[in-house]
C-alpha cells in the first residue's frame, strides 16, 4: 500500500499530518507557519494562512514538476543589411509568443514565485528548425509572418523566426509555500474557505484540480489555470452566487454545495470539463432542525454530508453526478463540529470534544457507515498514543465488535489563570498548568449519581489568557483539532490500520491505563440511521420515439431510520444528448413488479407504479443475464416488502391473482382494506409475485389456496405456516399462429394478398405478423414439447386440409362456397414450463374451473369444501379440505360450464353453476352451516 496523508490543523493554526504506513503524527517543520483550515487533493494540498494567503503543498515525488517558456526571435529581410530585427511597422514584435500579439523580451520573463528556480540558461530550439544547429542556426523562413514557416531558406524568403526555450522546475515540493498573487500591488484576496476537488473529472495521466474559494464578503471564487505543470493556476475568476456563502465543499468528481449564512445549502450544477465553473446554482433545504441551519457540508464522490448547528451529523441520500441534489437527508449518530470526505467517500470528523473521529464501515454498498471510532496515532517517536479527550467524556462501548457512537457532553470549565503581567520573568513550563473543576450538566450528573465504583474526573490542563501552548512530540496531552482534511488519505473499509481501531481494543496501550469507562449511554444516544446502495447496469426501454433500449446505471437505495423502519429509492441515471438525466421511482409507491417479454431482451422486468397502471407506460428494464434479472428482482420485493412491513408467507386474509401471462400474485391487505373512510384503491395495492404458473386461482380465508394450470392441473398452495414446501411445478400452453390466403382468378388460392389485408402469417386479429420460424414460447423458460401442426379442431368446422373460409377477414366457417376469397387454417405447436414453486399437484383429473367455498373471517370452521368442473363437465367436490388437503368426491351433475360459491351475511351459502346451452343453475347448502363440509340439496333454474 503506498503511503498517503491525512492533514489536520489544530485551534493555534499549527498543521499536522498522519503517514498512512508510519502511523504517526508530525508537525509541519516550519514552525511559524500558522493555517486556518485545509483542503487535500490528489497529491497536493491547499491552505489557508493567517495572513490571507493561500499555501500549497504538492507530495514529494521522482518525477519533478517543469514548465516550458518560450518566445520567438523574429526578422525581416531588407536588401542592405540582410536579414535584421528592424521590422515593419505592420510586423509583428521583434519578441513575441506565437501569434504575434505579444511582445516577450527575454528579460520580461520573471518567475511566477520564490517556488520555482531555473533549470538553465535560454537555448534555441533546434527541433522546430530541423537540420544541423551550426547550418542552420535553428531558423525557420516564409514569405510573411502569417505563412507557413519551413527550414528550406527559399529565394522568396523574406521573413524568419526562431524558438528561444527556457525550463524552470518547482522546487518547494513536501512544504507548505504562497502562492503568487494575480496582482502584486493589491492586497491578497482574503478567503475564508477553500476546497480542492475535480480531478477525477478527467482519466488523463495528469489529472486537473478545480480549487473554489469563499470570500468574507461571501464572494465565491474559481482558480484557473491549474494544470499538472502549473500547479499553482493563474488567477482567480469570481462566480456569481446568489446569497452570500459561508463554506464550500468540492468533490474529487463534479459535485460542489455550498454553505449559505443563513443556514441553508446551494448546489452547482453543469460542472464539466469544458465548463469548470459550472452554469447554475441550485437552492437545497437544510437538514429539518429546530435551531438554526447548517454550519458545514463535505462532498465526495457520490455522497453528501452536512452538519447543523446543533452540532448533527445529516447524510444526503440519492447523490449523483446526475442528480447532484439528492432526494433527502437522514440523521447520523455522533455529534461533530466539522467532517470531510476523502478518497474512496470515507468521511474523517472533529468531534464537539475536539477529537478526530473515522466513519467505520463506509462502502460503496453502504455509504453511511457504521459508527465512529477515534484516530488513535502516535506522536513523532514516542510509543504514546494520542487518543481523543471524548474518551474519558462520553464514547462507551462494551463489547469490542460493535460499533462506537460518538456522544459529546458539554462540560463547562472555570479558568483561573496567573495574574503575572507580560513583563513579568520567564516562569518554567510547569507553572502554565493550572488546575480547574469540570462541571458536566446537571442532567448528566443525575446520570453518573449513584456509581459509586467510578470517579470522574476533577481536574483539566488549562493555558494562562494570551499564551499559546508549548506541546512538543510526545507529550501526554495532544492537540485541541479544528480541522481536518482526508482528500489525500487513501484509506477504504478494508484497510487494517492500527491508528484505527474500535473502542475497546486500545484498552490495554499505556494511555488508556488510567482510564474509566462511563456507564453505558442510553439508546437515544447510540442509535442513528444508516443507508445501503446497491448499483449496477442495465437496459431502459425508452417508450417514445425513437423507440430503443438505453444503456443506463441504476442504484437501489435504502436506508434505515431510529426506529428502525426501512424506505428505499429506486434510481436510473442516463445521458441524453450530453446532458446527465435520472429518474426515480419511490419503493413505496411500487405496486407491481413482473417479467416480461421484450423484444431483443430476454431478460427484462417491468416497475408498475399507481401512476403507471393508469397510463399503461411501466419502467421496463432489461438485465444482462436471467441471474441478473431474477438477484434485481428479488432485492426489490424484498425492499418492497421491507417498505410495507411484510414479512414470511401469505396471511389468510391475502388477496390471490394471476396474469394474463399466468404469473401469480398476492396482496397482503392492510387492517383498513374495507374500512369505509380509508378505501384503498386497486391501482394502489402492492402485489408480491409467488413462484409459479398457473390459469386461475382460488382461495379463502382459512388460507385454503387452489389453482388450475394452463393444461387443467389443480394445484395446491404449500407454502402456508412457518414452511414453505417446494415442488416441482410443469404446466403446458399451446400456441397458436394462422396461414391466411387470399384467392386470384391467376393461380387460385395464394399468400400474395392485398396491400390492405393481413399478413400471410399473423396472429388471430391479423394485425400482428406471426411465422413458424419467427413464433417463440412465451418466454425462455418455455420450451417446445410438439411441431406444428394443423389444427383439425377448429371453432366454426374446417375442410380436410384444415381450412375455413370467408368473402373477407371477417367471419369464417368450414365449407368453400363460390363467394369465398379469402381462407385460413390455424397452426398449433405446444410448450411446457417447469417451475420449483410452493405448489402441490392434485391428480389424476384435469379441472376447467375450481372455486373455494367462502367463509366469514370470524368463522371458526376448521375444513371447507372445494368444488370444481371437469373438462369433460362433471361437477365435482372436494370434501375435507384444509391447507393440507383431502379427496375429491363427484356430484351428480355433468356437461357444466362454470361453477361458483357465494356467502350470505347470515351464513347461507349458495353454489352457481353454467350449464352448457348457457342456463343458470343454484343450490343452497344445508344451514345453520357452521362446521364441516355440506352437499347441496339440489340443482335449481335461474332464468338471466
Not at 310 to 325: A, E, L
Not at 328 to 341: F, L, Q
Not at 367 to 374: D, N, Y
Not at 825 to 839: G, H, Q, S, Y
Amino acid at each position: 500500500m503506498s503511503s498517503s496523508l491525512l492533514w489536520a490543523v489544530d485551534v493555534y493554526g499549527k498543521v499536522y499530518s498522519l503517514s498512512t504506513t508510519r502511523g504517526r503524527w508530525e508537525r509541519d517543520e516550519d514552525t511559524l507557519l500558522e493555517l486556518k483550515r485545509v483542503t487535500a487533493g490528489q497529491r497536493c494540498s491547499w491552505g489557508i494562512g493567517c495572513d490571507h494567503h493561500v499555501y500549497l503543498n504538492i507530495d514529494p515525488g521522482e518525477v519533478p514538476i517543469r514548465y516550458r517558456e518560450e518566445t520567438y526571435e523574429n526578422q525581416r529581410w531588407n536588401p542592405v543589411d540582410g536579414f535584421t530585427d528592424v521590422l515593419l511597422p505592420t510586423d509583428r514584435w521583434a519578441w513575441s509568443d506565437l501569434t504575434g500579439g505579444t511582445a516577450q523580451p527575454l528579460h520580461s520573463f520573471l518567475l511566477p514565485s520564490n517556488s520555482w528556480e531555473w533549470e538553465g540558461d535560454w537555448y534555441v530550439d533546434q527541433v522546430c528548425a530541423g537540420g544541423d544547429p551550426i547550418e542552420t542556426g535553428g531558423w525557420e523562413y516564409a514569405v510573411d509572418f502569417p505563412a507557413n514557416f519551413s527550414r528550406e531558406k527559399k529565394w522568396n524568403s523574406c521573413v524568419c523566426r526562431r524558438r528561444w526555450i527556457r525550463d524552470r522546475i518547482y522546487k518547494a515540493r513536501g512544504s507548505w509555500t504562497k502562492i503568487p498573487l494575480d496582482h502584486p500591488k493589491q492586497p491578497p484576496l482574503p478567503l475564508s474557505d477553500v476546497s480542492c476537488g475535480g480531478w477525477e473529472m478527467s482519466d488523463q495521466p495528469g489529472r486537473y484540480h478545480f480549487l473554489w474559494g469563499v470570500s468574507q464578503q461571501g464572494q465565491v471564487w474559481f482558480r484557473s489555470g491549474i494544470l499538472p505543470q502549473v500547479p499553482e493556476g493563474q488567477c482567480w475568476e469570481q462566480v456569481e452566487a446568489p446569497r452570500e456563502v459561508a463554506q464550500i465543499s468540492a468533490g474529487p468528481g463534479d459535485l460542489l454545495w455550498a454553505v449559505l449564512w443563513d443556514g441553508q445549502l446551494l448546489v452547482r450544477t453543469g460542472i464539466c470539463l469544458d465548463s469548470p465553473t459550472g452554469s447554475s446554482w441550485v437552492v437545497v433545504d437544510s437538514p429539518p432542525v429546530k435551531e438554526g441551519g447548517t454550519i458545514h457540508v463535505a462532498v465526495g464522490v457520490s455522497v453528501v454530508w452536512a452538519v447543523t448547528k446543533d452540532y448533527k451529523v445529516w447524510f444526503r441520500r440519492g447523490v449523483n453526478s446526475h442528480n447532484p441534489c439528492g432526494s433527502g437527508w437522514i440523521s447520523i449518530g455522533g455529534e461533530m463540529m466539522m467532517v470531510d470526505v476523502g478518497l474512496n467517500d470515507q468521511v474523517w470528523g472533529v468531534g464537539e470534544d475536539r477529537g478526530l473521529y473515522f466513519r467505520k464501515g463506509v462502502t460503496p454498498s453502504e455509504p453511511s457507515g457504521r459508527g465512529w471510532i477515534p484516530v488513535s496515532a502516535q506522536w513523532g517517536h514516542s510509543k504514546e498514543m494520542v487518543q481523543p479527550r471524548s474518551v474519558a467524556y462520553g464514547v462507551h462501548t462494551e463489547n469490542a465488535h460493535f460499533p462506537v457512537f460518538l456522544h459529546c457532553i458539554r462540560f463547562h470549565i472555570f479558568c483561573i489563570h496567573p495574574r503575572g503581567r507580560a513583563a513579568s520573568p520567564p516562569q518554567p513550563r510547569c507553572a502554565m498548568w493550572t488546575w480547574t473543576q469540570l462541571r458536566a450538566p446537571r442532567e448528566r450528573r443525575l446520570l453518573l449519581a449513584g456509581q459509586g465504583t467510578w470517579d470522574p474526573p476533577t481536574s483539566v490542563a488549562t493555558y494562562p489568557l494570551g499564551l499559546e501552548p508549548s506541546l512538543g512530540l510526545g507529550e501526554e496531552d495532544g492537540p485541541v483539532w479544528a480541522w481536518i482534511s482526508g482528500g489525500g488519505c487513501d484509506v477504504d473499509h478494508t484497510a487494517q490500520m492500527t491508528w484505527l481501531r474500535p473502542a475497546g481494543t486500545e484498552e490495554h496501550s499505556p494511555a488508556y491505563q488510567n482510564i474509566r469507562p462511563l456507564p453505558k449511554l442510553s439508546n437515544e444516544h447510540c442509535t442513528g440511521q444508516s443507508v445501503w446502495v446497491r448499483k449496477g447496469s442495465m437496459r431502459w426501454w425508452r417508450d417514445w420515439k425513437p423507440y430503443r433500449w438505453v444503456d443506463v446505471g441504476v442504484a437501489l437505495e435504502q436506508s434505515t431510520n431510529v426506529n428502525g423502519k426501512r424506505d428505499a429509492i429506486f434510481f436510473i441515471y442516463f445521458t441524453q444528448y450530453d446532458e446527465k438525466k435520472y429518474l426515480h421511482v419511490f419503493i413505496s409507491d411500487v405496486t407491481v413488479l413482473v417479467p416480461v417479454l421484450k423484444e431483443n431482451s430476454h431478460h427484462a422486468f417491468a416497475v408498475y407504479t399507481s401512476d403507471s397502471t393508469k397510463q399503461r407506460w411501466p419502467l421496463i428494464l432489461s438485465a444482462q443475464t436471467e441471474k441478473d434479472m431474477a438477484d434485481w428482482l428479488s432485492l426489490l420485493a424484498g425492499c418492497c416488502c421491507e417498505a410495507r412491513g411484510i414479512r414470511g408467507t401469505p396471511s389468510r386474509q391475502a388477496l390471490w391473482s394471476v396474469t394474463s401471462k399466468g404469473d401469480v400474485m398476492v396482496h397482503e391487505p392492510s387492517p383498513c382494506l374495507e374500512a369505509p373512510a380509508h378505501t384503498l384503491p386497486c391501482d394502489m395495492m402492492f402485489w408480491l409475485q409467488v413462484p409459479g404458473h398457473l390459469r386461475c386461482v382460488e382461495s379463502n380465508s382459512l388460507g385454503v389456496v387452489w389453482g388450475i394450470g394452463y393444461d387443467g392441473t389443480a394445484w395446491v398452495y404449500s407454502g402456508s405456516g412457518n414452511r414453505c414446501i417446494l415442488h416441482t411445478q410443469t404446466d403446458g400452453r399451446t400456441v397458436y399462429i394462422y396461414e391466411n390466403q387470399r384467392w386470384n382468378p391467376v393461380t387460385g388460392y395464394t399468400d400474395k394478398l392485398l396491400p390492405t389485408d393481413r399478413f400471410p402469417w399473423s396472429d388471430d386479429n391479423g394485425f400482428t405478423e406471426c411465422t413458424k420460424s419467427t413464433t417463440h414460447p412465451p418466454s425462455p423458460q418455455w420450451s417446445w414439447v410438439t411441431e406444428w401442426a394443423v389444427d383439425l379442431a377448429f371453432s366454426g368446422g374446417t375442410d380436410k386440409e384444415g381450412w375455413q373460409y370467408a368473402a373477407d377477414f371477417l367471419t369464417f366457417h368450414g365449407n368453400k362456397s363460390l363467394k369465398d376469397f379469402v381462407r385460413r387454417r390455424r397452426w398449433v405447436r405446444k410448450c411446457k414450463i417447469t417451475l420449483t414453486a410452493p405448489w402441490q399437484e392434485v391428480p389424476p383429473i384435469p379441472l376447467s374451473d375450481i372455486t373455494v367455498l367462502p367463509c366469514l373471517a370470524q368463522s371458526s370452521m376448521e375444513q371447507v369444501s372445494v368444488w370444481g368442473l371437469s373438462d369433460k363437465g362433471d361437477v365435482l367436490c372436494r370434501l375435507g379440505v384444509t391447507p393440507k388437503t383431502l379427496s375429491i368426491s363427484e356430484v351428480g351433475c355433468q356437461a357444466w360450464l362454470a361453477i361458483c360459491i357465494s356467502i350470505h351475511p347470515k351464513g347461507v351459502r349458495w353454489c352457481w353453476a353454467l350449464y352448457r346451452p348457457f342456463k343458470f343453475f343454484h343450490t343452497n347448502f344445508y344451514k345453520p352451516f357452521l362446521y364441516g363440509p355440506c352437499l347441496p340439496q339440489s340443482w335449481k333454474h335461474r332464468i338471466v
